[in-house]
């Protein structure tokens, strides 16, 4: 049975710094590209980054381009995001999720159906 977990999220002020993580299990983390994504009540789902384990190919949005990093760790089946100068409007619940064939899908890779979600962890930034 495939599932992710995510955690580290939590309240930081502006500025600092949260890093998450997605643990993945039931899946091999090599054939899988995982992407993280994050909403908020009313709001439409954005895509953040994602990550091609296979080949390390990687990407993130503009809106956090230069603050936010992907990365991943196959020994750990685990994928991390590193968020530094958050800003208020990072406020979200963060979600990672999984598809497979971890190949570079580009931009366009937010538009996939998924194969897997987790259940997000919350990020507030208060100034």
């Given at each position: 049975?495939?599932?992710?977990?995510?955690?580290?999220?939590?309240?930081?002020?502006?500025?600092?710094?949260?890093?998450?993580?997605c643990v993945?299990?039931?899946?091999?983390?090599?054939?899988?590209?995982?992407g993280w994504f994050r909403q908020a009540p009313g709001k439409e789902r954005e895509?953040?980054?994602?990550?091609?384990?296979?080949?390390g190919s990687r990407s993130s949005a503009d809106s956090v381009k230069g603050r936010f990093t992907i990365s991943s760790d196959s020994a750990k089946n685990t994928v991390y995001l590193q968020m530094?100068?958050?800003?208020?409007?990072?406020?979200?619940?963060?979600?990672?999720?999984?598809i497979k064939g971890a190949y570079n899908r580009g931009l366009c890779f937010y538009y996939y159906p998924m194969d897997?979600?987790?259940?997000?962890?919350?990020?507030?930034?208060?100034t």
């Open positions: 049975q495939v599932q992710l977990v995510e955690s580290g999220g939590g309240q930081v002020q502006s500025g600092g710094s949260l890093t998450l993580s993945a299990s039931g899946l091999p983390l090599d054939r899988y590209a995982i895509g953040v980054a994602w990550i091609g384990t296979a080949d530094n100068n958050l800003k208020r409007e990072d406020t979200d619940t963060y979600y990672c999720a999984a897997a979600w987790g259940k997000g962890t919350p990020v507030t930034v208060s």
